[in-house]
T-cell receptor, first 108, second 112 residues
Framework: KNEVEQSPQNLTAQEGEFITINCSYS?????LHWLQQHPGGGIVSLFM?????KKHGRLIATINIQEKHSSLHITASHPRDSAVYIC??????????WGAGTKLIIKP | DAGVTQSPTHLIKTRGQQVTLRCSPK?????VSWYQQALGQGPQFIFQ???????QRGNFPDRFSGHQFPNYSSELNVNALLLGDSALYLC???????????FGSGTRLTVV
């Protein structure tokens, strides 16, 4: 079993839909990161969470430390949101342990 | 404010050769981490440098080595290249060990 599990692996939705991507982890962490990777490799750090909830524009990230679970939500999705979304957790050894990613496609 | 800069962007090498990849961290960042991302896979942690020392290392052979310079820039060296070393190599910088990472666009290494 992987230490970081994401679901779904693939998600196709229509423009305007509310999107939820889930992340569960099995190790102790100091922080959880949500990242966005576009084709060609560019990675953008969206959020770093250690508790609670963060919001930036149409993106919302939540984390429940007790349940070892985090969610990334996208409101009013747009085709430009199409990308791979990655959950990565950070333990005490400074390493980022990455989930397999969720490939999101938003159709116009 | 420049982000993380990696060079070169693309590189083709022959099996058995050696390669050096370079990373300039975001201004104000002092920690550099390197990742290998094979096609269709998630990034794998290679190592992290802080204060010019390797602080932590992932499960990579000694053929992979690195260096951090006083200006916080970093190099990743790979010796005796194998076909399996073909991947996207990502550099990420941060201020301290875990205060938000900024990623470079990566170096695409192809070993033939």
């Amino acid at each position: 079993k992987n230490e970081v599990e994401q679901s779904p692996q693939n998600l196709t939705a229509q423009e305007g839909e509310f999107i939820t991507i889930n992340c569960s982890y099995s190790v102790g962490i100091s922080a959880l990161h949500w990242l966005q990777q576009h084709p060609g490799g560019g990675i953008v750090s969206l959020f770093m969470l250690s508790s609670g909830k963060k919001k930036h524009g149409r993106l919302i990230a939540t984390i429940n430390i007790q349940e070892k679970h985090s969610s990334l939500h996208i409101t009013a999705s747009h085709p430009r949101d199409s990308a791979v979304y990655i959950c990565a957790v950070e333990g005490s050894n400074y390493q980022l342990i990455w989930g397999a990613g969720t490939k999101l496609i938003i159709k116009p | 404010d420049a982000g993380v800069t990696q060079s070169p962007t693309h590189l083709i090498k022959t099996r058995g050769q050696q390669v050096t990849l370079r990373c300039s961290p975001k201004s104000g960042h002092d920690t550099v981490s390197w990742y290998q991302q094979a096609l269709g896979q998630g990034p794998q942690f290679i190592f992290q440098y802080y204060e010019e020392e390797e602080r932590q290392r992932g499960n990579f052979p000694d053929r992979f080595s690195g260096h951090q310079f006083p200006n916080y820039s970093s190099e990743l060296n790979v010796n005796a290249l194998l076909l399996g070393d073909s991947a996207l190599y990502l550099c990420a910088s941060s201020y301290g060990p875990s205060y938000g990472y900024t990623f470079g666009s990566g170096t695409r290494l192809t070993v033939v």
